[in-house]
C-alpha cells in the first residue's frame, strides 16, 4: 500500500512536519497551492492531533513575517508552508529580517522533481536559489521527489535544522520536489496515518544540540584589556537573543554593572530591565549635550548598534578600547570598525570575567562619577521635557514618544514600526520603554511586513500596541489577509503625517515642496475609516492626548484589532521639536 506515490508523499510529510514539531515547532503559517498539498494535508492531520497550531495566508510575503513575529515573542521556531514558483520568492523580505535579527523561521517549499527542471515545465524556477544569500541552511528532500527520501534522510534534515539553530539562530530553507500524484484518496490516508501512529508518532528521537565551543584565549585577551579602577560606560544596543534567554541576560548585565559601578545607555528595544541600577535616562539627549565632557577610556557595547547619529559619532571619536558583545552571532557588527568582539553572549563573558576575578573584585561597586553625572543630566532633560509635554493636548511624535509608554499599561508589550518612530523614541521615551517586552526589527532596518510582524507577535504576547506610520502601515495592508487577524488583540496607533516624515526632517531644506513630495513623502489619498471597514477592523480618529488614554482602555476592552489614527502636522512637529532641542542642548 505505502509503495504508492501518492501513499509516500503523505508519509513523509507527516513524519517531517511531526520530527519539526520536537524540536519546538509549535506554529505554522500555511500558504495556498497545489505542488504542497501533501504537506498542507499532513500538517491538517498534526494540527486535529493537538501536535501544531495552523494559521493561513494567501500573501507568501505576509506569511513570513507572519512567522518572524511568533518566533521574535514566542522565542521558539515557527514554519511556513509555501507552494512552488514565485511564492518561494515572496519570502525574501522575511527571511532578510530574520537573518540580521537572528531569528529561526524554517521556510518549508514545494517544487517540481528534478525530471522536470530546466526544461520548460510550468511554475518550474531555480527557488533552491531564492534564498541562499541570507538562509543559515539551505537543504532539500530526494531531488527526484519526497517519496523517494527515506526514513533516515528526513530525520538527518531536522538535525541539521536543530544543530544550525542552536548555534546561530536564523532562517532556514527546506526545498522539499514533490511528484505527482499530490492528492490522497481518503482510503489510502486512513491507511498511512495508522502506520503513522502505530510506528512514529510516539517513537523518541535523540535531538543534540550542539555544544558551542568557546574561544578562552580570545577572551582572556579581551577582559585584560578591561580596568574596573577607571571609569566606563555600558551601552545596551538592541536585543538579537532568545526572548527565552532574556531573564538571564538582565542577570548578567546585573552582575557587570555591580562590578564595574558604571552608567548605562539602554536601547528601547534592549530588553533591559527598568530596575536597573546606573541607566542613564534621556542619554541620546545628554550625549549630545555633553560630547565633549564624557571623559572616559573603555566602552563595553552589547548588540548591534542603536539607530542614534549622535552614538554613531560618539563612538567614531572616542579614543578608547570597545569591546563588542554578541548573542550567539558570528557575523561581524561593528559599522565603525573599532571594536573587539566577542561571539558567545553576554551570560557567559560575565561568568568567566567573574571567575578570573579575585573574592574581593566582585564586591559591588559605588556607581562612578561619570555615572552619577550622566545620570543627573538625565533627570534635568527630563524635567524639561516634563514641562514641555504637558503644556498643552495637541498631539506630536515626539510628545506620544514620551507619553505613550505612561499611558499603556506597563504590563503590556509594545511594537515599534521602523523609521521615524524607533528614532523619537530612542531620543524621547525616557527609558518608558524598558518597563515592558519592547519589540522593533532593527535587523534590516525596513518597513516591510510592519502589520504582518505585529500580527505574529500579537498571537503570543498581547494586548499589543504597534505604533507605525501611515506609509509603513499601509505598505503591509496584506496583513488582514492573514486568518483571523481582525481577531487578534492588537491596537495599531497609526500615526497620519501624509507620507514619510523621516524625509521631511532629512531633505526639507535642500528641496522644493513638490520635489519632495513626489520623490521622498509620496502622500497618499486615504479615506483611513473605509480602509478599516473594508477589512472589517475597527476605527477611530483621537486628537488629544485625553482621547488617546480612552481610546486605549476602549481597544483594550474589546480584545480585537483596532486602528487608533492621530494626525500630525510635520510643520509644526519640526518647528516645536527644534524649539525643544535648543532649550534643551542649546545652538
Known sequence: MTSSIECKNFLRSIQLLNLLIKIGVENLILCP???????????????????????????????????????????????????????VSNLLPAAVEADRSCKGVIFLTADRPLRLKDCGANQTVNQE?????????????NLNGLHETEDNEILNLVRIIEKQISTFPGPIHLNVPIDKP??????????VLDIFERIYLKKKYIFQKSEIKFDKNKFLEISKSLNLDESGIILVGPYQGSINDLSSFNQSLEKLQEITGWPVFADPVSGVYSD?????????????????????HQLLRLGPMSSSIDLEKFLIIFEGIQILIKEKNFRTLDPIKKSFEYEFGLTNFVNQFLSELSINQINKKSLTPLALYLMDEGEQIKKILKEKVTINNQITEYKLANLIPKIWPAENPIMLSASSPIRDWLTFSENCTLTRNCFSFRGASGIDGTLSLALGISRIKNPLLLVTGDLAFVHDINGWLIENSI??????????????????????????????????????EIEWQKLAEAYQVKFTTVTNF??????????????????????????????????????????
Open 182 to 191: 499530490l492528492d490522497i484518496s481518503s482510503f489510502n490516508k486512513k491507511n
Open 33 to 87: 497551492g497545489s505542488r504542497s498539498a501533501p504537506l498542507a494535508i499532513a500538517a491538517g492531520e498534526l494540527n486535529k492531533l493537538g501536535l501544531i497550531n495552523i494559521f493561513n495566508s494567501i500573501d507568501e510575503r505576509s506569511a513570513g513575517f507572519h512567522s518572524l513575529g511568533i518566533s521574535a515573542a514566542s522565542g521558539n521556531l515557527s514554519l511556513v508552508i509555501t507552494t512552488s514558483g514565485t511564492a
Open 487 to 524: 481577531d487578534l488583540n492588537l491596537t495599531i496607533l497609526l500615526i497620519n503625517n501624509n507620507g514619510g516624515n523621516i524625509f521631511n526632517r532629512i531633505y526639507k531644506k535642500n528641496l522644493q515642496e513638490d520635489e519632495l513630495k513626489k520623490l521622498f513623502l509620496m502622500p497618499k
Open 129 to 141: 536559489d531564492f534564498l541562499s544569500s541570507v538562509c543559515r541552511r539551505v537543504l532539500s528532500t
Open 546 to 587: 485625553k482621547k488617546l488614554r480612552e481610546a486605549f482602555e476602549w481597544s483594550i476592552s474589546i480584545r480585537k484589532s483596532v486602528i487608533i489614527k492621530v494626525d500630525i502636522d510635520p510643520e509644526n512637529e519640526i518647528s516645536e521639536k527644534n524649539i525643544l532641542l535648543e532649550k534643551i542642548i542649546g545652538n
Open 276 to 296: 536597573l541600577r546606573g541607566l542613564v535616562v534621556n542619554w541620546e539627549l545628554v550625549l549630545r549635550k555633553n560630547k565633549n565632557l564624557i571623559n572616559c
